[in-house]
C-alpha cells in the first residue's frame, strides 16, 4: 500500500483543478466508451497484461469491464482471478471488526492472553498489542519479519507510532485462531465471504482455481515462476473484480458491523499529512475557502483521506507484478475497484482514475 505521506513530490506537476466533474452524472456509456477507446493502448504503451475495472454507484454495482489477457494468449474476463496483493488486509480486518460485532472478540483487549509470536515472547512489548493496534498498523513491527533477519523484532513500542505493517495482520489473524478455535479461513468463510455472496474468492490455492488465474508479468516482461500456497492475512487473497466490488458495497453499507464499530473503521489515528504536504497539496483542493481541509492517516483496514470537504476511503495493493487499487466515498456511495497483472499497472490505473473520479488532487497521492 502506498502511504500518503511519501507522494509529495508528485504533486507539483499536477494540473491545479479540484472536483472537475461529478462522476453521478456521467452516463455508464460515456465512461465505458472512453476506457474502450483508451484502455488497450495504455495497456500495450505499458506492457500490462490486462485491468479488470469495477464502478459502484448509488451503493450497487454499477458495472465491471476487463481488458487484455489473464496469460499469453487468453483472454481476461470476468472469472479471471487476481492476486489482489495488500487489498487483503481490508478483507481480513472486515473478519475482525465483524466478530468483534458479534462480542467474539475485543478491539482493545491484550492479544497475549491467547497468542505471542515465539520470535517477540521474551520482549513484554507483546502484552501491549491489541487487534485495534494490528489493524491500524500500530504494532512497531517491519512490514515483513525478512527485513529483520526473519526474526520478528519490535521496532518501537506498539500504540507509540504509525508504521505499515504485515506482520501485524497476520499477528492479529492468530490471535483470532487461538480465540475462536477456528481458522482464518473458516472465519473469513463465515462472517465474509458467505454473507456477501464472495463465491470466487480465497486466501489459498483452489480447484477452481484452474485455467483463471492471471499470471504476474515483470518489468521485462517475464511471467514469476509458480504461486505461492501459504495463506496471509495481508497478502495474496485471489479473487474476480466482480467479487471484490461486493464486497466494498458491503462495507459502504457497514454490513456485519455494529454502529459504534462501523464508525470506528473510518477514525484516522494519525494525521500523516506534515505542513510541506500541505503547501503543495492545499492550492489544488481550496474550494473558495481560505482554510486548506486535508488530513490523511489508516484507520481500521483503510486509508482515509479527507480532501476538500471529501471523505476518501481507499487502499492499494503492490506485489511482483500486480498493481491494484480500490476506493469509495461513502457520502456519494460511489467507488471503484481496478485490478492489474502487470509491474506498469499503477500508470494503467491513474489513467482509469482520471477517467472515472476527476479530482486531480487525489490522483496526485496515486
Known amino acids: 500500500m502506498r502511504h500518503f505521506f511519501i507522494f509529495g513530490l508528485a504533486i507539483t506537476c499536477v494540473a491545479s483543478s479540484f472536483g472537475q466533474a461529478n462522476p453521478k452524472s456521467i452516463p455508464e456509456s460515456e465512461f465505458r466508451s472512453r476506457l474502450d477507446q483508451n484502455v488497450p493502448q495504455w495497456l500495450k504503451e505499458n506492457d500490462v497484461p490486462s485491468v479488470a475495472v469495477a464502478y459502484i454507484e448509488n451503493g450497487k454495482i454499477g458495472w465491471t469491464v476487463v481488458y487484455g489477457e489473464q496469460s499469453r494468449g487468453v483472454p481476461a474476463t470476468a472469472k479471471t482471478l487476481y492476486n489482489v496483493a495488500s487489498l487483503t488486509k481490508p478483507i481480513s480486518a472486515e473478519v475482525i471488526l465483524r466478530l468483534v460485532s ?3 472478540l475485543s478491539l482493545d483487549e491484550p492479544i497475549s492472553a491467547y497468542w505471542v509470536d515465539p520470535d517477540v515472547k521474551n520482549n513484554p512489548w507483546n502484552r501491549l498489542l491489541t487487534p485495534r493496534l494490528c489493524l491500524s498498523h500500530q504494532t512497531g513491527f517491519t512490514n515483513w519479519r525478512y527485513e529483520t533477519n526473519n526474526v520478528l523484532k519490535f521496532q518501537w513500542e506498539p500504540g507509540t507510532r504509525t ?6 495482520y497476520d499477528y492479529v489473524a492468530r490471535f483470532a485462531e487461538k480465540k475462536t478455535g477456528q481458522s482464518f479461513e473458516d472465519l473469513a468463510q463465515k462472517y465474509v465471504f458467505d454473507p456477501i455472496g464472495m463465491k470466487d474468492t ?109 471523505k476518501i476511503v481507499d487502499h492499494t495493493g503492490s506485489d511482483w507484478g500486480v498493481h491494484t487499487l480500490v476506493f469509495f466515498i461513502p457520502e456519494r456511495q460511489i467507488g471503484v475497484v481496478l485490478f492489474t497483472n502487470g509491474e506498469n499497472g499503477m500508470k494503467v490505473i491513474r489513467e482509469i482514475v482520471r477517467i472515472l473520479y476527476p479530482n486531480q488532487a487525489f490522483i496526485a497521492t496515486l
Not at 508504521?163 to 501485524?168: A, L, R, V
Not at 505542513?275 to 475557502?289: A, D, M, T, W
Request: with cysteine.
Open 102 to 104: 458479534k462480542r467474539k
Open 163 to 168: 508504521g505499515y505493517s504485515g506482520e501485524g
Open 202 to 310: 480465497s486466501y489459498t490455492a483452489r480447484d477452481w482455481y484452474t485455467g483463471r488465474m492471471a499470471d504476474p508479468r515483470g518489468p521485462k516482461g517475464e511471467v514469476e515462476p509458480g504461486s505461492k500456497s501459504t495463506w496471509s492475512a495481508a497478502d495474496l487473497v485471489r479473487t474476480t473484480v466482480g467479487d471484490y466490488a461486493r464486497f466494498v458495497v458491503s462495507v459502504m453499507h457497514n454490513e456485519g458491523l455494529t454502529r459504534q464499530i462501523a464508525a470506528q473503521r473510518l477514525n484516522i489515528t494519525r494525521n500523516q499529512v506534515t505542513p510541506e504536504h500541505k503547501q503543495k497539496l492545499c492550492p489544488l483542493i481550496k474550494l473558495g475557502s481560505t482554510e486548506c481541509d486535508l488530513a490523511a492517516g489508516l484507520g481500521l483496514g483503510w486509508q482515509v483521506i479527507n480532501m476538500g470537504g471529501e
